[in-house]
Protein backbone atom coordinates (compact mmCIF):
# COMPACT_ATOMS: atom_id res chain seq x y z
CA UNK A 1 0.00 0.00 0.00
CA UNK A 2 1.59 3.33 -0.96
CA UNK A 3 1.21 5.87 1.83
CA UNK A 4 -0.91 8.99 0.94
CA UNK A 5 1.13 12.26 0.84
CA UNK A 6 0.90 15.03 3.51
CA UNK A 7 -0.09 17.56 1.63
CA UNK A 8 1.22 20.72 3.62
CA UNK A 9 0.87 23.20 1.65
CA UNK A 10 -3.35 22.83 2.02
CA UNK A 11 -5.66 23.90 5.24
CA UNK A 12 -8.15 21.61 6.73
CA UNK A 13 -10.29 23.80 4.22
CA UNK A 14 -7.93 22.49 1.42
CA UNK A 15 -6.61 25.63 0.45
CA UNK A 16 -3.03 26.56 -0.29
CA UNK A 17 -1.05 27.77 2.71
CA UNK A 18 2.55 28.67 3.31
CA UNK A 19 3.96 26.11 5.27
CA UNK A 20 4.71 27.45 9.11
CA UNK A 21 8.90 26.69 9.23
CA UNK A 22 9.05 28.55 12.56
CA UNK A 23 9.95 25.45 14.70
CA UNK A 24 12.28 23.85 11.86
CA UNK A 25 15.93 24.03 12.96
CA UNK A 26 18.49 25.96 10.63
CA UNK A 27 20.51 23.53 9.26
CA UNK A 28 22.71 23.61 5.80
CA UNK A 29 20.72 22.72 2.57
CA UNK A 30 21.85 22.07 -0.69
CA UNK A 31 20.04 20.97 -3.79
CA UNK A 32 21.39 20.54 -7.84
CA UNK A 33 18.80 20.49 -10.52
CA UNK A 34 19.97 20.18 -14.20
CA UNK A 35 18.51 20.39 -17.45
CA UNK A 36 18.97 20.80 -21.07
CA UNK A 37 18.10 22.94 -24.02
CA UNK A 38 17.68 21.23 -27.38
CA UNK A 39 19.25 23.17 -30.00
CA UNK A 40 19.84 22.77 -33.94
CA UNK A 41 23.24 22.19 -34.84
CA UNK A 42 23.96 25.46 -36.77
CA UNK A 43 23.21 26.78 -33.33
CA UNK A 44 25.40 24.56 -31.78
CA UNK A 45 27.97 25.19 -33.87
CA UNK A 46 27.44 29.30 -33.62
CA UNK A 47 27.76 28.61 -29.63
CA UNK A 48 30.76 27.14 -30.01
CA UNK A 49 32.69 29.77 -32.34
CA UNK A 50 31.00 32.70 -30.03
CA UNK A 51 29.06 34.05 -33.24
CA UNK A 52 25.56 34.48 -31.37
CA UNK A 53 24.67 37.93 -32.77
CA UNK A 54 22.51 38.52 -29.49
CA UNK A 55 26.31 38.04 -27.70
CA UNK A 56 27.37 35.61 -25.30
CA UNK A 57 24.70 32.95 -24.46
CA UNK A 58 26.41 31.17 -21.70
CA UNK A 59 27.50 34.02 -19.74
CA UNK A 60 23.75 35.71 -20.05
CA UNK A 61 22.17 32.07 -19.18
CA UNK A 62 24.66 32.01 -16.11
CA UNK A 63 24.01 35.11 -14.60
CA UNK A 64 19.98 35.04 -15.55
CA UNK A 65 20.53 31.18 -13.87
CA UNK A 66 21.51 33.26 -10.54
CA UNK A 67 18.88 36.04 -10.94
CA UNK A 68 16.14 33.31 -11.05
CA UNK A 69 17.68 31.45 -8.02
CA UNK A 70 16.64 34.97 -5.77
CA UNK A 71 13.93 35.45 -7.65
CA UNK A 72 11.88 32.42 -6.78
CA UNK A 73 9.31 33.28 -3.78
CA UNK A 74 8.73 36.24 -6.45
CA UNK A 75 7.76 33.46 -8.85
CA UNK A 76 6.53 30.68 -7.48
CA UNK A 77 3.67 31.13 -4.71
CA UNK A 78 4.56 29.19 -1.47
CA UNK A 79 7.99 29.24 -2.16
CA UNK A 80 9.48 30.50 1.37
CA UNK A 81 12.06 33.76 0.73
CA UNK A 82 15.20 32.74 2.13
CA UNK A 83 18.85 33.77 2.27
CA UNK A 84 20.63 31.77 -0.46
CA UNK A 85 24.68 31.35 0.26
CA UNK A 86 25.72 29.93 -2.62
CA UNK A 87 24.57 29.71 -6.74
CA UNK A 88 26.88 27.52 -8.65
CA UNK A 89 25.96 27.57 -12.42
CA UNK A 90 27.43 25.19 -15.27
CA UNK A 91 26.72 25.28 -18.78
CA UNK A 92 27.79 22.89 -20.96
CA UNK A 93 27.77 22.76 -25.28
CA UNK A 94 27.26 19.50 -26.66
CA UNK A 95 25.96 18.31 -29.83
CA UNK A 96 22.62 18.37 -28.50
CA UNK A 97 22.91 21.49 -26.95
CA UNK A 98 23.62 23.16 -23.85
CA UNK A 99 23.25 20.81 -20.46
CA UNK A 100 22.38 23.35 -17.52
CA UNK A 101 23.23 21.75 -14.11
CA UNK A 102 22.77 24.26 -11.10
CA UNK A 103 23.43 23.87 -7.09
CA UNK A 104 22.07 25.95 -4.51
CA UNK A 105 23.01 26.06 -1.03
CA UNK A 106 21.77 27.97 2.01
CA UNK A 107 21.54 27.58 6.02
CA UNK A 108 17.52 28.50 6.91
CA UNK A 109 14.74 26.20 8.16
CA UNK A 110 13.54 24.69 4.22
CA UNK A 111 14.90 23.76 1.14
CA UNK A 112 16.44 25.09 -2.28
CA UNK A 113 15.26 22.53 -4.45
CA UNK A 114 12.45 25.25 -6.26
CA UNK A 115 15.72 27.48 -6.65
CA UNK A 116 17.68 25.71 -8.10
CA UNK A 117 15.15 24.40 -10.35
CA UNK A 118 13.88 28.23 -11.21
CA UNK A 119 17.50 28.78 -11.67
CA UNK A 120 17.76 25.75 -14.36
CA UNK A 121 14.63 26.85 -16.03
CA UNK A 122 15.51 30.68 -16.40
CA UNK A 123 18.95 29.38 -17.73
CA UNK A 124 17.21 27.67 -20.43
CA UNK A 125 14.72 30.51 -21.12
CA UNK A 126 17.84 32.66 -21.41
CA UNK A 127 19.58 30.60 -23.88
CA UNK A 128 16.48 30.17 -26.07
CA UNK A 129 15.90 33.99 -25.67
CA UNK A 130 19.39 34.64 -27.46
CA UNK A 131 18.86 31.86 -30.05
CA UNK A 132 15.27 31.76 -30.80
CA UNK A 133 15.43 33.93 -34.19
CA UNK A 134 18.78 31.25 -35.20
CA UNK A 135 16.45 28.16 -34.15
CA UNK A 136 12.77 28.31 -33.27
CA UNK A 137 12.36 24.97 -32.30
CA UNK A 138 14.83 25.55 -29.66
CA UNK A 139 13.38 23.31 -26.65
CA UNK A 140 13.78 23.16 -22.66
CA UNK A 141 14.05 19.54 -21.33
CA UNK A 142 14.32 17.29 -18.38
CA UNK A 143 14.82 20.23 -15.60
CA UNK A 144 14.81 18.18 -12.52
CA UNK A 145 16.49 17.89 -9.17
CA UNK A 146 19.18 15.76 -9.25
CA UNK A 147 20.63 15.91 -5.51
CA UNK A 148 18.93 17.32 -1.92
CA UNK A 149 20.63 17.76 1.32
CA UNK A 150 19.93 18.71 4.57
CA UNK A 151 16.74 19.05 6.88
CA UNK A 152 14.42 16.60 8.69
CA UNK A 153 14.42 14.42 5.19
CA UNK A 154 18.33 14.36 4.79
CA UNK A 155 19.96 13.34 1.63
CA UNK A 156 18.03 12.32 -1.41
CA UNK A 157 20.07 11.56 -5.17
CA UNK A 158 18.24 10.57 -8.02
CA UNK A 159 18.81 6.94 -8.88
Not at 36 to 65: C, Y
Not at 73 to 98: Q, R, Y
Request: aromatic share 2%.
Amino acid sequence: MINEPNFTHLDEKGQARMVDVTNRDVSLRTATASGWVKLSKSVVALLREGGVPKGDVLATARVAAIMGAKRTPDLIPLCHPIALHGVDVELEINDEGVLITVSVKTADRTGVEMEALTAVAVAGLTVIDMVKALDPSAAICDVRVETKSGGRNGEWVRD
